[in-house]
């Protein structure tokens, strides 16, 4: 859909206008959701109906996608670390639809080798591989992993030299 450019007429125009070239700004930089977005246009002090019509027109020109915000807060999240199902639930905690977060777990988890990646955080935070002689290393390690959302058996089977 594209949009015809008309001139602008009021100060109405001129604040939408304005709030969707501030959106597009932020969505050049990265995906946001919409109640993100939202967020940051109201801090920015633009009232709730250009707010509206702005999203609306972000969506209707696919600028704005719940899908590829899930998508990519998730694949961000998984690549610092973390498991898929709670990478899944920051993106719920962040306001994204459950069903595009749903969508998007799904296609994580079908690719996501937990054990692999586990390993690879912990060669990379302990490369000398002191958690193999010392109690209280090793115990941060799990620590570490269990933060990051890590099942037990993974944790021990990583963490255990003969593993």
């Known amino acids: 859909m594209t949009t015809r450019w008309r001139p602008l007429s009021s100060d109405a125009d001129k604040a939408e206008q304005a709030a969707y070239n501030y959106a597009l700004r932020l969505l ?9 977005l939202k967020q940051k246009l109201a801090a920015r002090g633009y009232e709730t109906a250009v707010i509206a019509s ?59 080798d937990a054990e692999a990646s586990a390993r690879a955080l912990i060669e990379s935070r302990d490369p000398a591989g002191r958690r193999f002689e010392e109690q209280r290393v090793w115990q941060r390690q799990a620590r570490f992993l269990q933060s990051k959302g890590y099942r037990s058996e993974v944790i021990l089977r990583v963490l255990h030299r003969d593993g």
């Open 28 to 36: 050049a930089g990265r995906e946001q959701n919409r109640r993100a």
């Open 54 to 112: 702005v999203l609306d027109r972000l969506v209707a020109a696919d600028y704005l996608s719940e899908t590829r915000f899930a998508e990519s807060f998730i694949r961000s999240r998984i690549n610092k670390g973390e498991a898929p199902w709670l990478a899944a639930k920051r993106a719920r905690e962040k306001g994204a639809e459950a069903s595009a977060v749903e969508r998007a777990l799904a296609a994580a988890e079908a690719e996501f």
